[in-house]
Structures are given as structure tokens and as C-alpha cells.
Nanobody
Framework: EVQLQASGGGLVQAGESLTLSCAASGSTFDDWPIGWFRQAPGKEREGVSCISGSAGSTYYGDSVKGRVTISKDNSKRTVYLQMNSLKPEDTAVYYC???????????WGQGTQVTVSS
């Protein structure tokens, strides 16, 4: 069984910061890439950031580049998304996702709500 638990969301004002966490449990492995997606009301799901399991390379979506940092702690089986200078457009449910290195399985967390007010 693979489980992902996202946490850290909340209500903040524009310009403030949040750090999201995604804790993995079950049969996940450090070499599986893991990342964050978000979905705002009335919008399609958008990729935010991901980090490779084995190489440590990172990816950031254009809408958040320069404002977020993804990292992970393998000993805690947790990935983090540090978000600074939050904007109202960042309001969304944020989901963590992990995929097997061979791409044969994909797992989603239940999401954490981030709301940014003006």
C-alpha cells in the first residue's frame, strides 16, 4: 500500500509564506519522483513542482518559478514545498503525487487547501 498525506495549507494574505509537506508511507521508494500539483476552482489541474528521486533534479512551473522551492528528506520520507510571496492566484487545493520510476503506478495524496487573500 502507498499513502501520501499532504499538510501545511491554510489561509494567508498575499505576500506571506507557507510550507507544504507530503509524507509518504507504505511501499514507496526514494528513487521515485515526487511532486506537487494544484487545482483551483474552475481550473484544470496544474503542475507546480517536482523533484527526482534519484538525481535530485527539480522542476518548477512557470507560474511559481522563483517563489517556491521543493526539497525532500528521505529519512523522514517527506517532500516539502516552500512557497513565498504568495498571490491570490496561488489559491488552490495542492496535491502531492509520486510515481514509480518505471511509470507503472501513480499515487496521489488527498490534498491540502491553500487560500491566499488580497
Amino acid at each position: 500500500e502507498v499513502q501520501l498525506q499532504a499538510s501545511g495549507g491554510g489561509l494567508v494574505q498575499a505576500g506571506e509564506s507557507l510550507t507544504l509537506s507530503c509524507a509518504a508511507s507504505g511501499s514507496t521508494f526514494d528513487d521515485w519522483p515526487i511532486g506537487w500539483f494544484r487545482q483551483a476552482p474552475g481550473k484544470e489541474r496544474e503542475g507546480v513542482s517536482c523533484i527526482s528521486g534519484s538525481a535530485g533534479s527539480t522542476y518548477y512551473g512557470d507560474s511559481v518559478k522563483g517563489r517556491v522551492t521543493i526539497s525532500k528528506d528521505n529519512s523522514k520520507r517527506t517532500v516539502y514545498l516552500q512557497m513565498n510571496s504568495l498571490k491570490p492566484e496561488d489559491t488552490a487545493v495542492y496535491y502531492c503525487n509520486v510515481r514509480q520510476r518505471d511509470g507503472l503506478a501513480n499515487y496521489w495524496g488527498q490534498g491540502t487547501q491553500v487560500t491566499v487573500s488580497s
